[in-house]
């Protein structure tokens, strides 16, 4: 089984419309969760971290469930420029690395 | 100003050869890392170093030989290179390990093995 889960997607979306990604994870030790953002042909960068009391940036919002060892994105009003794959990534502690998934791709349309 | 810039960008190269990616960052972490992202999208740690000292070496072939000269530049050596290594490598800082700290990605190097 793998650490982190995502469905590849991709998802296509009409500009406008709310879509939510999920993602699981294996490793009940991790501690820290975050979404990255890659936009086709670019570098990872972090979208925002995951707490467990959910949280909001903007048009996003984070959940964890640390019980189903799952988090969630939910992306409100698509627009074009969010169209990208979306990283769901964990992390342990101390020297670990992150641990991504493989991402999840959206697409919105016009 | 790029925060963690890598050399060459792209590196199309023949079976057998050796070849080296270099990357600087200029944000004064202390901690960089060597990623893979393979054909099926899948980006996995490779090394990870601490103020020039080697803290995380995944299973890794040998072939693949880190570099810090200091804290600021982390260069990867690649010898007899294959078709497998075909993939984009990127690099990548972080402020210091310990605790999480968001990790910047440079703008990746394009690896081809014919």
């Known amino acids: 089984r793998k650490e982190v889960e995502q469905d590849p997607g991709p998802f296509n979306v009409p500009e406008g419309a709310t879509v939510a990604f999920n993602c699981t994870y294996s490793?009940?030790?991790?501690?820290?969760f975050f979404w990255y953002r890659q936009d086709c042909r670019k570098e990872p960068k972090l979208l925002m971290s995951v707490y467990s009391s959910g949280n909001e940036d903007g048009r996003f919002t984070a959940q964890l469930n640390r019980a189903s060892q799952y988090i969630s994105l939910l992306i409100r009003d698509s627009k074009l420029s969010d169209s990208a794959t979306y990283l769901c990534?964990?992390?342990?502690?101390?020297?670990?690395?992150?641990?991504f998934g493989k991402g999840t791709r959206l697409s919105v349309i016009a | 100003d790029t925060a963690v810039s890598q050399t060459p960008k792209y590196l199309v190269t023949q079976m057998g050869n050796d070849k080296s990616i270099k990357c600087e960052q200029n944000?004064?972490?202390?901690?960089m890392y060597w990623y893979k992202q393979d054909s099926k999208k899948f980006l996995k740690i490779m090394f990870s170093y601490n103020n020039k000292e080697l803290i995380i070496n995944e299973t890794v072939p040998n072939r693949f030989s880190p570099k810090s000269p200091d804290k600021a530049h982390l260069n990867l050596h690649i010898n007899s290179l294959e078709l497998g290594d075909s993939a984009v490598y990127f690099c990548?800082?972080?402020?210091?390990?310990?605790?999480?700290?968001?990790?910047?990605f440079g703008p990746g190097t394009r690896l081809t093995v014919l």
């Open positions: 490793n009940s030790a991790s501690q820290s």
């Open positions: 990548a800082s972080s402020q210091d390990r310990g605790t999480y700290n968001e990790q910047f």
């Open positions: 990534v964990t992390w342990n502690s101390g020297n670990t690395p992150l641990v």
């Open positions: 944000l004064g972490h202390d901690t």
